[in-house]
């Protein structure tokens, strides 16, 4: 049998590559941070990781890791409801919850798996859940594996969600489900509009802060913040992989009650090993940092204003941005690749994106700015874009 899927196979990665979609994995043997080592010893700027704040290589959070493992151990080695709850994950959702002005928290081992196990156990067939088009893969896999109705309505459109929540008014829950931040355009949601539409049409809201939390609000709060609704969305889903320091783990915060349904019937939940110890208090010391000062969301807000600017002024054409995810557009995958190996050649580590990560002739390098870049980096990255984009023919 293998020998015919081999054949198949084979055949499949060939028209990947001679479709220009073949994912290279390029490797590190440095700490993430704005400036990192490749493995054949170049030294470049990074502008394609999701450590918008700088944290990954943060000295207080090293050390919280360090201490963990010498009070804590190495791993749990269990599920959370068997032996696999220490002190420290309990302040961790509990910082949580403060800093999201929820009511509990529920950790996950990936924000993947929060988004997995969110619906199935809060939802059935005669419920309704009304999605945005360009939610993330975690969430629309999430829904997969739930019964409820789906309903979907165009990116951020207002006027579809409308005639979506009147059409599933026959269904006894209804769920709206949206990013704060859409991970490949960079755009917010307009969370005002959606709660408005939630309050007259008797839905719930969840939304997922992946993107924005860390980046979006005067503190960092993410998408609630911004429009000042904290405490009036009943589910919020996020990660410790991106802002927040970038390693792993994922939470679902939000109504109590539904966090403690979670806890009985998530299944990510029940049968995942739990959370290390050293990632846990080194996010414990994370959010303390953030109650602390803003001084890295300002950096973070000064450094993307100032790239798109310049940026536009240099002739690209760019997606509108309320985050800090500015999507250069190019619209040909082969001319994403291109553009970015060539970067690469000048300094600047960015990846293109293509089909089927985003839809066909929408191809695009998504740079990703972080508080962690100097304005010399971002100098360096634009001139590194002109000159390049100039010899391709992407500016004049």
Do not use: W
Request: with cysteine; proline share 3%.
């Amino acid at each position: 049998m293998y020998t015919r899927m081999n054949a198949f196979l084979q055949a499949e990665l060939e028209q990947i590559k001679s479709a220009g979609l073949y994912k290279e994995e390029r490797v590190l043997v440095s700490p993430q941070s704005a400036e990192i080592t490749l493995i054949n010893g170049a030294r470049v700027l990074n502008f394609c990781a999701n450590n918008y704040l700088g944290l990954a290589d943060h000295p207080r959070l090293i050390e919280a890791a360090k201490e963990a493992l010498d009070t804590h151990g190495y791993g749990m080695s269990s599920v959370r409801f068997i032996c696999g709850t220490t002190d420290l994950h309990k302040v961790l959702e509990q910082k949580i919850a403060e800093f999201f002005g929820t009511e509990d928290t529920i950790l996950y081992a990936a924000a993947f798996d929060a988004n997995g196990g969110v619906f199935e156990p809060l939802l059935g067939p005669k419920d309704a859940i009304i999605s945005d088009t360009l939610n993330h893969a975690s969430i629309i896999d999430g829904v997969r594996l739930c019964k409820a109705e789906l309903y979907r309505f165009a990116n951020a459109n207002m006027e579809q969600l409308e005639e979506r929540l009147i059409l599933a008014q026959e269904h006894n829950f209804r769920l709206i489900v949206t990013d704060g931040v859409f991970s490949m355009d960079g755009n917010v949601a307009p969370m005002d509009k959606i709660v408005e539409l939630a309050n007259k049409y008797d839905a719930m809201v969840m939304v997922d802060e992946c993107h924005s939390a860390g980046v979006v609000g005067p503190t960092g709060r993410g998408v609630t913040e911004l429009f000042n609704l904290r405490g009036e969305v009943e589910i919020i889903t996020g990660t410790l992989g991106k802002a927040f320091g970038g390693a792993i783990g994922g939470f679902t915060t939000g109504k109590k009650e539904i966090i403690a349904l979670l806890r009985q019937r998530s299944r990510p939940y029940l049968f995942s090993n739990s959370l290390p110890p050293h990632i846990v208090n080194a996010g414990i010391r994370m959010f303390e940092m953030m109650s602390e000062t803003s001084e890295l969301q300002d950096r973070l807000h000064e450094n993307t204003t100032y790239f798109v600017e310049h940026m536009k002024a240099a002739g690209f054409d760019l997606k509108p941005t309320k985050s800090a995810i500015c999507a250069v557009m190019l619209y040909d995958a082969f001319l994403s690749k291109q553009m970015a190996d060539m970067l690469l050649e000048e300094g600047i580590y960015v990846i293109g994106f293509s089909f089927p990560v985003v839809p066909k002739g929408q191809a695009r390098i998504r740079v990703q700015l972080s508080a962690g870049h100097t304005r010399a980096h971002l100098d360096k990255a634009i001139a590194a874009f002109t000159k390049v984009g100039r010899k391709l023919g992407v500016i004049q």
